[in-house]
C-alpha cells in the first residue's frame, strides 16, 4: 500500500512520461516497480529515494511499532536487459550489493556486478571441494612466554591451496565460510586437526603447549557446540586445559545468553577462552567479568606502530594495565620486530605473538 501510494498519479517526483508505474510483489519480502518511459538515471534515484522515504516510517502491528528498511537494485532497459528475465536478474544482483553494503540505500546494476557474483559462486564451489579434496592446510603461529623467552603456545590458522585458483587470503575463504554456512564443518576440520597436532607433539615428548583455535559467531549458533568440542577433545586425547578458544567481541554481543550457556559448559570442562583484536569494537570490561575471559589478545594494529605512534601505545598500555588487574593474561598479535618486542617487555606483556 505504501509503494502504491508513492506511486500515486500526478506526483511529479514519479511520472516519467504519462504512464502510470506498475508496483507488484514477487514473493517473500521481494517488490518490484516498473518505470515506464524513464529519461534518465536521475528520474530513476528520485524514485528510488522516495520509496526509501515512504518505507522508512514505523508499521504499527497490533499495537507495537515495527521498523524494517528497504534494499534497491535497479536495472535499465535496453542497457541493462532486453528481456523481463535479465532485467530482474540484474536488478536482483544490484539489491544484494546493497545488502552487503549495509542495506538501506539503492544501486544501479553494472556488469561488474555479475561478474563478482560468478567469482563469488566459483570461489563457494571450489571450497565445498577443498574440503573433500583435502587441499586445506594449518599453519601454527608461535605465542612467546616473555619471562621465559619459550614457546608456551600456538593458534591454529587456516591456509587453503586451490589447484585451480593458487593460494587464497584467508580473508577471503573465511568471510565466504561464515557467509555459506561452510565455516561448521571447516571449523570442526580445524578444531580436530590442530588437537591431533598438538597431542602428536605431546607424545613425541616435546614441550606440552597451548593451542588457540578461533570460533566463529556461525559456529556459536550451533546448539551441539559444547558437546562436538567435548568429542573431539576425548577423540584426540587432549586434555581440555591446552585448548583455549577465541572469540571476538561479535560474538558475545550478538547471543549473549546462549553465548555466556556454551561458554559454562566449555568452562566446565576445563577450555579456556581468549577474546580476540581487543579494542578494534565495542571493548567492554563488563564482557571480561561476564563471560568468564581467561586472557585479551591486542590486536596486530595497535602493534604494528607502538613504537612511532603514542595513541597507539597509550591503548596497549591501557590493555595491559586492565589486563593486569583483572588477573587477565595478555598477548600481543603481530609483533614483527625487536622496537615492538622490547616495547613490550619493558610493559610487562605477558606473551606475543607473531
Not at 518505507?55 to 534494499?71: I, Q, T
Not at 565445498?128 to 579434496?133: D, K, N, V
Not at 598438538?198 to 603447549?209: C, F, I, K, M, T
Not at 597509550?314 to 583483572?326: N, V
Request: glycine share 8%; proline share 3%; hydrophobic share 40%.
Amino acid at each position: 500500500e505504501r509503494l502504491r501510494a508513492s506511486m500515486r498519479e500526478g506526483d511529479t517526483i514519479v511520472r516519467t512520461g504519462g504512464c502510470d508505474a506498475t508496483v507488484a510483489r514477487l514473493g517473500g519480502d521481494e517488490f518490484v516497480v516498473v518505470l515506464p518511459d524513464v529519461h534518465s538515471e536521475g528520474d530513476v534515484a528520485r524514485v528510488a529515494r522516495r520509496i526509501l522515504e515512504v518505507l522508512s516510517g514505523n508499521f504499527e502491528v497490533r499495537g507495537h511499532d515495527l521498523f524494517v528498511s528497504a534494499s534497491i537494485g535497479i536495472s535499465l532497459y535496453p542497457r541493462d536487459g532486453t528481456d523481463v528475465q535479465t532485467l530482474l536478474k540484474n536488478a536482483d544482483s544490484a539489491m544484494y550489493r546493497v545488502k552487503e553494503g549495509g542495506r538501506g540505500n539503492f544501486q544501479f546494476y553494472s556488469p561488474a556486478m555479475n561478474e563478482k557474483a560468478y567469482a563469488r559462486l566459483s570461489m563457494e564451489n571450489a571450497l565445498r571441494r577443498a574440503l573433500e579434496r583435502g587441499e586445506l592446510l594449518l599453519h601454527y603461529q608461535p605465542q612467546v612466554d616473555l619471562k621465559t623467552g619459550h614457546i608456551s603456545g600456538v593458534e591454529a590458522l587456516a591456509r587453503w591451496r586451490s589447484p585451480e585458483l593458487g593460494d587464497v587470503s584467508p580473508a577471503d575463504f573465511i568471510a565466504l565460510a561464515e557467509e555459506t554456512g561452510l565455516i561448521v564443518p571447516l571449523g570442526e576440520w580445524v578444531l580436530r586437526t590442530a588437537c591431533s597436532q598438538v597431542r602428536a607433539w605431546q607424545a613425541s615428548g616435546l614441550p606440552h603447549v597451548r593451542l588457540a583455535v578461533n570460533l566463529s559467531a556461525r559456529q556459536f549458533r550451533q546448539r551441539e557446540l559444547a558437546e562436538t568440542i567435548a568429542q573431539i577433545l576425548e577423540e584426540t586425547g587432549l586434555e581440555p586445559k591446552y585448548l583455549t578458544l577465541e572469540l571476538t567481541e561479535t560474538v558475545l554481543m550478538e547471543d549473549s545468553d546462549n553465548v555466556g550457556q556454551i561458554m559454562r559448559r566449555l568452562k566446565d570442562l576445563g577450555v579456556r577462552f581468549a577474546l580476540d583484536d581487543f579494542g578494534t569494537g565495542y571493548s567492554s570490561l563488563g564482557y571480561l567479568k561476564r563471560f568468564s575471559i581467561d586472557e585479551v589478545k591486542i590486536d596486530r594494529s595497535f602493534v604494528q606502530k607502538i613504537t612511532s605512534n603514542p595513541e597507539n601505545a597509550a591503548i596497549t598500555l591501557a590493555i595491559i594495565g586492565m589486563a593486569q588487574s583483572l588477573n587477565l593474561r595478555v598477548v600481543a598479535e603481530g609483533v614483527e620486530t625487536e622496537g615492538q618486542l622490547g616495547y613490550l617487555r619493558r610493559h610487562l606483556c605477558h606473551e606475543i605473538q607473531g
